[in-house]
Every structure is written in C-alpha cells, then in structure tokens.
C-alpha cells in the first residue's frame, strides 16, 4: 500500500495588514468604527487581551502567578480594576504584564488576520493602544496614527468623569504620542468635526482598498 502523500495546504489569501492606533481620548475608536463600517475587518487587540486573561488560559496562570492571588475576584477570575491599578504608574509591572500578555494577543491577531483572508476582506486593521510600544507595528504592512491637541485630549477624559489632574495622569502615563507619530504611514487629525474625521477616513479606505489590490 503507498504512503499516505502529505497533506498540502493551500496558502491564505493576500490582505492588507493594518495597525491603528493613537493616544488615549484622540479617537481611535471612532476611527476603527468608521473604517468597520466600510468593510474592513477590525481586530480589537484589548478583546484579545481580556481573552488571554480568563481563567483557564495560559496567560492566565502566568499572570496570576506572576502578581499574586490578590488581584483575583471572589470567582477565581482576575480583578482587571485591582491588576490595572498594580501595574498604572509602575513601568516595570507594565512591563511585565506586557511581557505575558502580548505575544498572546500577536498570535491571535495573525490568526485572526488569516481568518479574515480566507473569508474574502481584502484589508484588516489590527486597532491597538500599544502598537509602536510593543513593536508589533513593524510586522504590518501599514500603520494608522490617530492624534489630536493634547487640550481635546484633556477636555474628552473630563467629559468620560475623570477630574483633570487624572486627566493629565492618564495621558503622561502613556507613550508620547510623538513617537508613534515618527513611525506612522498615515495620521488621522481628530481635533476638527465629525464629519470632517468622516471625509478623511472616505479618502484612507480608498487609498487601503487600491494598496490591497497589488
């Protein structure tokens, strides 16, 4: 009897891997809806992060491991407001938590990528805060910027209920947006209208739709 031949599969579909990302309060969201709303496929990297994080997954256990049964809820599950608080101003907890859970979220966004491919979307933007910290933006093939004045920024953290010396925290925390903006193929400036945002993604899905055709 011959041997069985192996097993050969087809390649995935050619798709336009984009990143999204921007500081916090500049519009993101906003952005990666609209870009949703005209056909592309939006990964979520934060769902992927809360994911990795349930009990049961290996991200859990490290995690847990890693910061003590003290940031689990009465259920077993981790408090995400008690781990967000260990890790908010401390570089070297956020970076270790970063070090469990981000290559999870990279081999679901490939996986996700993949999904989207074969399931005919010519592009998939990956929409993630921490895109330029944890280097991923250099494995896309695009990457989306979203910013605005640091006063939109501080008068959108108070209308979400934060005072504004939490405001200013919030935003120093992060990464300066300067450096995401040294490493972006596009920038999205949120500081005008709606609308105005609107117009300008209309003329981005139209330039990702033409580099997805090549």
Not at 5 to 21: A, F, K, M, S
Not at 131 to 158: K, T
């Amino acid at each position: 009897m011959p041997p069985d031949e192996p097993v050969r599969h087809e390649p995935d579909p050619p798709i336009l891997r984009v990143g999204l990302t921007g500081g916090i309060a500049c519009g993101k969201s906003t952005v990666s809806r609209m870009l949703a709303a005209r056909g592309a496929a939006v990964i979520d990297a934060d769902e992927i992060a809360h994911r990795a994080l349930e009990p049961g997954s290996p991200a859990h256990d490290r995690v847990v491991e890693r910061f003590g049964r003290e940031i689990l809820d009465p259920t077993g599950r981790i408090d995400r407001a008690a781990l967000a608080a260990r890790v908010f101003g401390d570089a070297g907890e956020r970076q270790a938590l970063n070090a469990i859970v981000h290559p999870e979220v990279r081999a679901e966004a490939f996986r996700l990528f993949a999904e989207a491919a074969r399931s005919g979307r010519r592009v998939a933007v990956l929409d993630a805060a921490l895109l330029v910290e944890s280097g991923f933006h250099e494995r896309l093939d695009l990457l989306i910027v979203v910013r605005c004045s640091p006063e939109s920024q501080i008068a959108r953290l108070v209308d979400r209920g934060l005072t504004e010396p939490e405001a200013h925290a919030r935003i120093a925390a992060q990464a300066p947006l300067e450096r995401k903006l040294a490493v972006a193929d596009i920038v999205i400036d949120t500081d005008d209208t709606l609308e105005d945002t609107r117009r300008h993604v209309d003329r981005i899905w139209l330039q990702l739709h033409k580099q997805s055709e090549r």
